[in-house]
């Protein structure tokens, strides 16, 4: 089946903790994006990324990185997190006109 | 980031309503996409737009790409309760995506 998987669903961490949150595609997409969702703001782009080794910044980059070793591959890191980083991220891959979303992450940064 | 002006903000309605929603812009986009986004899931693609003037529809939803390029409509008839949700516009300039804020509907019995 053909999707977007992106691990933990959950996750709850103390400010300053260094995470990563993975997300993997099985289409072959050589775009893929990082979004976060907050309430009354929609959804805004963090990183995206057009091939390997290929990355840049979205809307709102600033206390993310992120890296493109591998197609299938687009982890988001936040090596400092803090509260302001408390939100819903999305994953998504695309052929070029029309995204293919993970199931999101709700990360609670305490 | 460039800005997709979507309204209504939400909507309630009554089962077997129909409704419409837009978004605009002040940019021109070669793609306008329409998504739906249940709860605690992620946005799923209802409708694809590449033709200004082009109207689509997918059951009872119907959409079009506004002839000057910079909006965009949904329209759903008939809604059923399993319409709940949040819908999003999206645009395409041919490598960068933008997101409307999002229509949140709910359906009442």
Known sequence: ?110 | GQQLNQSPQSMFIQEGEDVSMNCTSSSIFNTWLWYKQDPGEGPVLLIALYKAGELTSNGRLTAQFGITRKDSFLNISASIPSDVGIYFCAAYTGNQFYFGTGTSLTVIP
């Not at chain 1, 976060?36 to 600033?62: A, C, F, H, W």
């Open chain 1, 1 to 110: 089946e053909a999707q977007v998987t992106q691990n933990p669903r959950y996750l709850i961490t103390v400010t300053g903790k260094k995470l990563t949150v993975t997300c993997s595609q099985n289409m072959n997409h050589e775009y893929m994006s990082w979004y976060r969702q907050d309430p009354g703001l929609g959804l805004r782009q963090i990183y995206y990324s057009m091939n390997v080794e290929v990355t840049d910044k979205g809307d709102v980059p600033e206390g993310y990185k992120v890296s493109r070793k591998e197609k299938r591959n687009f982890p988001l890191i936040l090596e400092s997190p803090s509260p302001n980083q408390t939100s819903l991220y999305f994953c998504a891959s695309s052929p070029g006109e029309g995204y293919t979303f993970g199931s999101g992450t709700r990360l609670t940064v305490v």
